[in-house]
């Protein structure tokens, strides 16, 4: 299959949004959805997928195949540290689509999403990945990652 990656266009903005909060509320324990209303959650999701991906800083980018169908995307956006004011490249979100992972696009798509952060001029990229999501985490360690933090959380009840 011949992969290719570009900027998404505005009409596929709305399945990227659909496929982030999807994804995320997956992400989620059980513990963590019976706190919230699914609904009301995913509304306030969108919201701010609307306010963020339309800041002239962040990047939508896509894979495609030869036939142009929808492989999986990237969404990249600026980021900056609260002490020092330094700008980074962060990556928001990275998705393949199911059956067709393991096949190096996830690659791809964190590559395109580098070479932007290049392009821009930011001297470091971060994220933040969950501490099951195995397969995204062995993913960033491939392109270069590595943890410099770890997000620590008690559960109170
Ligand atoms: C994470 C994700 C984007 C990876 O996409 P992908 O196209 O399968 O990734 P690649 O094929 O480029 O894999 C690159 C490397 O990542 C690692 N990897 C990816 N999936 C893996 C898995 N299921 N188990 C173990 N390692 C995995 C491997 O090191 C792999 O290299 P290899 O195949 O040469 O061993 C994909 O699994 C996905 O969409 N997950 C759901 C969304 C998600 O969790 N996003 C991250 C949010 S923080």
């Keep these: 299959m011949k992969v290719n990656t570009r900027r998404a266009k505005d009409v596929e903005i709305a399945l990227v949004k659909e496929i982030s909060i999807r994804t995320a509320w997956e992400r989620f324990s059980d513990e963590q959805r019976r706190e919230l209303d699914k609904e009301t959650w995913s509304r306030r999701m969108g919201e701010l997928f609307d306010m963020m991906v339309k800041k002239e800083s962040h990047e939508v980018f896509v894979a495609e195949d030869e036939k142009q169908a929808f492989l999986g995307y990237v969404w990249v956006g600026e980021g900056s540290n609260p002490m020092t004011g330094t700008k980074h490249g962060y990556i928001y979100d990275v998705f393949v689509k199911e059956g ?58």
């Design 100 to 157: 067709l992972r393991r096949k190096g696009i996830g690659v791809m798509l964190m590559e395109k999403a580098e070479r932007y952060c290049r392009e821009t001029g930011y001297h470091e990229m971060l994220l933040l990945v969950a501490i099951n999501n195995q397969p995204a985490q062995k993913l960033y360690v491939k392109q270069g990652f590595k943890a410099e933090q770890t997000y620590m959380l008690k559960r109170l009840s």
